[in-house]
Nanobody, 124 residues
Framework: QVQLVESGGGSVQAGDSLRLSCAAS????????MGWFRQAPGKEREFVSA????????YYADFVKGRFTISRDNAKNTVYLQMNSLKPEDTAVYFC?????????????????WGQGTQVTVSS
C-alpha cells in the first residue's frame, strides 16, 4: 500500500511558476514509477508527466514539454512537478499516482495508487 498526498497547488497569474510535491508513505517508494495527471472541469483526466523508479527516465505530454519538469527524491519519498510559464489552460486538479511498471507509463490504468489532488488555477 502506498499513500500519496499532493501539495503546492494554488492560484497564480499566467507566466508564473508553481512546484507541486507528492509525498508518499507506506511501501518502498523506489519500487514505483510515478506519474502526474490532471483533470480540468468538464474534461477527462489526462496524463502530464511520468518518471521511472530511479528517476533515470522521464516522459512528458506534448503540451507541457519545455515548461514542466518532473523529478523525484527517493530519500524523501517525494516526487515533484516544477511548472513554469503557466497558462490558463493548465488550470486543473493535479494528481500524482504510483505504478509498479518498469520504466514509465502514460496509461492511468497502469497506476495503482492515487492521491487526492491539488488545485492549480492560472488566471490571464
Amino acid at each position: 500500500q502506498v499513500q500519496l498526498v499532493e501539495s503546492g497547488g494554488g492560484s497564480v497569474q499566467a507566466g508564473d511558476s508553481l512546484r507541486l510535491s507528492c509525498a508518499a508513505s507506506g511501501s518502498f517508494f523506489s519500487n514505483y514509477a510515478m506519474g502526474w495527471f490532471r483533470q480540468a472541469p468538464g474534461k477527462e483526466r489526462e496524463f502530464v508527466s511520468a518518471i521511472s523508479r530511479r528517476g533515470t527516465g522521464t516522459y512528458y505530454a506534448d503540451f507541457v514539454k519545455g515548461r514542466f519538469t518532473i523529478s523525484r527524491d527517493n530519500a524523501k519519498n517525494t516526487v515533484y512537478l516544477q511548472m513554469n510559464s503557466l497558462k490558463p489552460e493548465d488550470t486543473a486538479v493535479y494528481f500524482c499516482a504510483a505504478s509498479t511498471v518498469v520504466g514509465t507509463t502514460t496509461n492511468d490504468d497502469n497506476y495503482d495508487y492515487w492521491g487526492q489532488g491539488t488545485q492549480v488555477t492560472v488566471s490571464s
